[in-house]
């Protein structure tokens, strides 16, 4: 299957180290962001220590998930019998602007405007709400953390939470705004989480009800006898999935498992790193149609839209493996600082830097794979092992070809490295390279430890940090001084 070149929708034309200064700057974000992942950091520490066997499960996920991918077209086919023997009917979609034109076609040709959805960060990839409402179609979040970014015009900044930078006296403002309560509902809504959940609840029992068609993703799908999964923690998408008479899934063709016996891997593995709890409040699983029981038509969508071109990639291919926990966001330092928003896209934090440049094309996201400190904390979290900070290097050396091949006049910065470059050719050019940084660093350090300004290109790296002084003596000199003979 291939892909076309179809740009994603862009949330933000800046490039991420715009977007993090002005969000650093934000105490109110950074306070609800630190006491969030905070939270969850703790849950998750607790029930994952009490597996003895856990990185035995997150090897036994990556195994499953590689081995899947290296024959992922035989069992994308494999999925499409089981599905349609099941009564369901596949569809293929290259890119987003296919896939929304066939739910929106599914849609309509039922004479309804309106939809149900469950939370889905694969509909939300190709901003699937968008384009059913310009045909009309309206998509009503059903998700509480959905609604609330929905019914304040805003963004998710979170996988697993969207609205994880607003706290609850800014969620309840945004119910008063939004929802059309009378004068006592409102008087009485306080920004208790009870209270909140149930204003949500009211809102949205209406709509699950005159619902006739039900629009969701899917956390995985197996292959081998066509069953699709849900795992939520509220119910709302038990509601999507079983209420409307049509249901319809748009699937990211990474999200196969090859038999239901290697699922019980991945229902271990998410939800502990996810929302910290040793099983999901609700796990959804269906195959197919059956009569009287259930939506009595199941169309599911085959979404590639870049997937095939990071498939490719034999270092980057392992991002595919991911499962959307968002464990590496909630211990990423860079994340915890700037929020989701910043990262311009519906995958944040570290997933996001690499996945987002991967799925689209470097062209446009060139400044995602530098939004990290490489400190490896995300690798050490991930279910299934993904070494995202190899992927970010491996990703930064595309930026920098990229640029080559774009800009016929150097940049400053490749000026500079080719420089050091052949500095570093010889032992006597490093030498010498030496003995000139020494002398032209001293009027900066003035005979102290450290250099606190550095001029031109590292100027904005000398705002924030501090650099040590050269020394007077590079360690071959200290050597031929103490022992009389040059240092091999």
Known sequence: M???AMPW????????PERAA??????QLRHNLRSATGTIRAKRAGVVGELPDWEQLRAAGAAVKDRTLRHLDLYLEQLERSVTAAGGVVHWARDGAEANAIVADVVRAHGVDEVVKVKSLTTDEIDLNTALAAVGITAWETDLAELIVQ???????HILVPAIHLNRSEIREIFLREMGMDQAAAGALSDQPAALAGAARSYLRERFLRAEVGVSGANFAVADCGAVSVVESEGNGRMCLTLPRVLVT?????KLVPTWSELEVFLQLLPRSSTGERMNPYTSIWTGVTPGDGPQEFHLVLLDN?????????????????IRCSACQNVCPVYERVGGHAYGSVYPGPIGAVLTPMLQGIEGSESLPYASSLCGACYEVCPVRIDIPTVLT????????????THRVPSPEDVAMRATAVAFG????FELAQQAARVGSWPLSRGGDTIGWLPGLFGRWSRTHDSPALPAETFRQWWQRTHGEPAR
């Open 2 to 4: 291939t892909t076309t």
């Open 151 to 157: 019914l304040g015009h805003d963004e998710s900044s």
């Open 394 to 405: 491996h990703l930064r050396a595309e930026v920098v070809a990229h640029k080559r091949k």
């Open 250 to 254: 748009v699937l990211g063709i990474e």
């Open 306 to 322: 870049g997937r095939s071109r990071v498939l490719a990639d034999e270092v980057g291919r392992q991002t595919l493996r991911c």
């Open 426 to 429: 010889s032992r006597r050019r």
């Open 22 to 27: 002005e969000k650093v700057a934000d105490t």
């Open 9 to 16: 929708p862009r949330r933000h034309p800046e490039p991420f």
